[in-house]
């Protein structure tokens, strides 16, 4: 596959291993942080954790979308499929996630009309499809898939599409990076910073992370190629005693950013404190519906009632979503919680980190 | 948090649907034919030996590139034959129809029905139809039974699997999930994938003709060559490595599934058969497949293995090495 198997080619990705397992390093563990899903299961799908000198520690962070979402906001999205007349439409996983007591996976069983999305503009289109029904698109995901929503919902207006909503637990990257940061739970020597948030965002926007927390950024692409580079890249900088904001995907990511994205999620949305999963409530690191745009959030149309949430005692997502912990030290692991009966969001997910321990690793080739 | 209610993904090919199967059916209609677990049953009747099955089809859209719900009764159907080495002779059709689907839409379907038996060389020998009330039913469902004679000599079956053989397939894996999926969600691409199915027993027929000798074949539909390579591990009780190099897959499938976040490992195929040949009879099957238009790209993509009993592992590009898994769940495409 052009533009792809580039950056998959063995002969590279061997000498990029070799050469990284002959280096010396001046610490005995360098903790490097992933804080994208798709870089998650990237990493486990091609098996580079094991191929890594025992020095250079992957560890994942607050990047995957479903998981991070709230469980009062799993809760929310639950109630408002239980309203009469609405269709709920949402993006992959996010419906299996368990909320304090089903999920919308089993209330589209239960009779919830649930449909998965492929885009946003699906949603609308169920919309305009059924115009005597409210449909709700539950918008969850970073920087990368809130422009995707912001259109649709301009588009809904200039359409006067009436029965469209969004309920918006979108979250913004880089002041998570900074909560994990300021908590000091979990040393973080360098950060592997995401592909596809950085495409909007732009790698001009881990600068503060930088400068102000001396910890090495590295924009990184998705392929075995793109990761070994990445992380070598942060090595560099480590044993330099640097910390700079470098781009190792610069075919996709450009220092500014999609301005042109970022200017539309700016016009509908603006930045409120949001609750994530296992890191409580972070400020500014959420989006909210600007006042002009209000008619189209659905926390507006329906009043939402109190929802007292239940965490599943335990589950540990949380801790392994601020990288203190690793899946396997969970009591769950296998033990109650797998994909297919999740316990926590993080195993339900395709992104997640617990998911892809258990449907990836396993021991090196005899 | 169960429910107590059926769920989707109970039957999406994965772990979800072997569950129920084995939770359910198996314990009720108890039987060491059923209990073998394979793609269809063998028996002794009279003397010969009869292969028989049944399956149903309720895919969304009715028609799509490269087949339709009819060509596609008969092709899973004559392949789960086909599977155990019989020749397939007859088959039923059972058709459940939603008021008011378009006659048109119909005899389209009957017609590619037709068709297809002709071309895989069996008859509809007895059928039955009923109309349910509109939104009982998604427009045409169709089930299919079918039987088949198995020569004398075979014995291929899930658990035949031994270490040292080596796993092969006839072509390009994923091809029809991914023309259904896009024609369900309109997805364009470049070019329009096509659906691979087709009626496999002519391929198999010239397969076990070079070496009768083949432990295993099997269809990977429905949860992919990831699915059924774990069912016959399990099975079989071996383990099973792969070769991330040499997994074939078509370019424009390759770069829908990227763009999905699909892996086509788990993606369904209906015209494909794995097959699991000991080394000494390899080479002779692989020539055999190539020689035939179903088969010309055939390839070897792994091999059976003592270690790890039960097991898929895959040896990547790199040089790594991962778990692959049977479906979990529903396969959906990533957001970010």
């Not at chain 1, 950060?191 to 909007?200: A, E």
């Not at chain 1, 890249?233 to 910390?243: K, Y």
């Not at chain 2, 772990?15 to 009720?28: G, K, N, P, V, Y």
């Not at chain 2, 299919?144 to 270490?163: F, K, Q």
Request: proline share 6%.
């Amino acid at each position: 596959m052009k533009y792809l198997d580039e950056y998959r080619d063995p002969q590279l990705a061997k000498e990029l291993i070799e050469r990284l397992r002959r280096r010396t390093f001046s610490k005995k563990e360098i903790r490097l942080m992933e804080i994208c899903g798709t870089h998650t299961v990237a990493i486990f799908r091609s098996g580079l954790k094991e191929l890594l000198p025992p020095e250079i520690r992957l560890i994942s962070g607050p990047g995957c979308p479903v998981c991070v979402t709230a469980n009062e906001d799993i809760d929310r999205a639950i109630w408002l499929s239980g309203k009469p007349g609405v269709i709920i439409t949402t993006f992959g996983d996010l419906a299996r996630v368990p909320g304090s007591s089903s999920s919308l996976h089993i209330e589209r069983s239960r009779g919830a009309d649930v449909r998965i999305v492929y885009a946003t503009l699906d949603a609308l289109r169920i919309a305009r499809e059924n115009p005597d029904r409210e449909v709700i698109f539950i918008g969850i995901g970073f920087e990368t898939t809130a422009p995707t929503i912001a259109a649709a919902v301009q588009q809904a207006r200039k359409l006067g599409v009436e029965n469209f909503s969004v309920f918006s637990a979108h979250k913004l990257l880089p002041p998570a990076m900074r909560a994990l940061l300021d908590a000091r739970e979990v040393n973080i020597d360098g950060f592997i910073c995401p592909g596809h948030v950085s495409i909007v965002i732009g790698a001009g926007a881990y600068r503060e992370v930088a400068e102000n927390y001396r910890i090495p950024c590295v924009v990184t692409g998705f392929e075995p190629l793109d990761i070994l580079q990445g992380v070598t890249l942060l090595i560099d900088q480590v044993e330099s005693g640097r910390a700079e904001v470098e781009n190792q995907y610069r075919r996709a990511v450009t220092w500014e950013g999609n301005v042109a994205a970022r200017k539309l999620i700016d016009e509908i949305f603006e930045p409120a404190d949001s609750t994530w999963r296992g890191m409580g409530v972070i400020p500014k690191s959420g989006l909210r519906f600007r006042p002009a745009w209000k008619k189209f959030d659905a926390a507006e149309r329906f009043a939402m009632p109190d929802i007292k949430v239940r965490e599943h005692p335990g589950c540990k997502c949380g801790e392994v979503l601020r990288g203190i912990m690793l899946p396997t030290e969970c009591g769950l692991f296998r033990k109650g919680c797998s994909p297919q009966e999740p316990k926590g969001p993080c195993m339900v997910s395709s992104e997640g980190t617990c998911g892809a321990y258990y449907r990836y690793q396993s021991a090196p080739l005899r | 948090m169960d429910p107590g209610l059926v769920q989707l993904d109970q039957g999406s090919g994965g772990r979800a649907m072997h569950e129920l199967i084995d939770a359910l059916f198996l314990s009720a209609f108890e039987n060491p034919l059923l209990l073998e677990r394979n793609d269809s049953a063998v028996f002794e009747i009279g003397g010969g030996r009869l292969a028989m099955t049944t399956d149903s089809y309720v895919i969304d859209p009715l028609f799509f590139p490269g087949g339709d719900i009819g060509s596609l009764a008969v092709h899973g159907t004559v392949n789960d034959l086909a599977m155990r080495g019989a020749k397939p002779l007859y088959i039923t059709a059972g058709f459940i129809l939603e008021e008011g689907l378009l006659v048109d839409d119909l005899k389209r379907v009957v017609a590619s029905m037709a068709r297809a038996v002709r071309e895989a060389g069996v008859q509809v020998i007895a059928g039955d139809t009923k109309v349910v009330p509109k939104g009982k039913a998604d427009k045409l469902f169709i089930n299919t039974s079918g039987i088949g004679i198995v020569p004398a000599g075979l014995d291929i079956a899930g658990a035949n699997a031994r270490p040292g053989d080596l796993v092969l397939i006839n072509g390009t894996i994923g091809d029809h999930g991914m023309a259904v999926l896009c024609k369900r969600e309109g997805l364009e691409f470049e070019n329009e994938i096509q659906s691979d199915s087709a009626a496999l027993n002519g391929l198999v027929e010239r397969m076990l003709e070079a070496f009768a000798g083949i432990h295993v074949l099997r269809d990977p539909t429905r949860g992919g060559v990831a699915t059924t390579l774990n069912e016959i591990a399990e099975q079989s009780g071996v383990g099973i490595r792969l070769f991330e190099e040499a997994l074939p897959v078509r370019g424009d499938v390759a770069g829908a599934c990227e763009v999905l976040g699909l892996d086509p490992l788990y993606v369904a195929n209906e015209g494909k058969v794995l097959a699991i040949v000991p080394a000494s009879g390899a080479d002779a099957v692989l020539s055999a497949m190539k020689s035939h238009p179903l088969g010309k790209s055939s390839c070897l993509m792994g091999e059976v293995v003592s270690d790890d009993p039960g097991r898929v592992l895959l040896r990547t590009r790199i040089g790594g090495c991962r778990i692959v898994d049977m479906l979990r769940g529903e396969q959906l495409p990533r957001i970010c």
